[in-house]
């Protein structure tokens, strides 16, 4: 079966960075686009980076932009997201998705805190 299993957040100061890892299994990760959303206290979830299957294609919030890198490697089926000068509103659960057929899978998420 499908597996997302998000790993890396943690608590970090205004302007701190942190590398968050989606280890997917049960589906052939090369073959399909990988996404990361987040979902902060008392929003909805919004997307925040996709990145096609060889890593040709990407997409960002604006918001993040210039500081997100989306990245894969494909020999480990990791999907990563560099967050760099992080902001207190990034402060989210962050949730790996992958569209596979159709159908959506999301792993249990991770949380990020951005907090002095």
């Known amino acids: 079966q499908v597996q997302l299993v998000e790993s890396g957040g943690g608590l970090v100061q205004p302007g701190g960075s942190l590398r968050l890892s989606c280890a997917a299994s049960?589906?052939?990760?090369?073959?399909?686009?990988m996404s990361w959303y987040r979902q902060a206290p008392g929003k909805e979830r919004e997307f925040v980076a996709s990145?096609?299957?060889?890593?040709?294609?990407?997409n960002y919030l604006d918001s993040v932009k210039g500081r997100f890198t989306i990245s894969r490697d494909n020999s480990k089926n990791t999907l990563y997201l560099r967050m760099n000068s992080l902001k207190p509103e990034d402060t989210a659960v962050y949730y790996c998705?992958?569209?596979?057929?159709?159908?959506?899978?999301w792993g249990q998420g991770t949380q990020v805190t951005v907090s002095s």
């Open positions: 049960g589906f052939s990760f090369s073959s399909y686009v």
């Open positions: 990145l096609t299957s060889f890593g040709v294609s990407t």
């Open positions: 998705r992958a569209t596979i057929n159709k159908y959506t899978y």
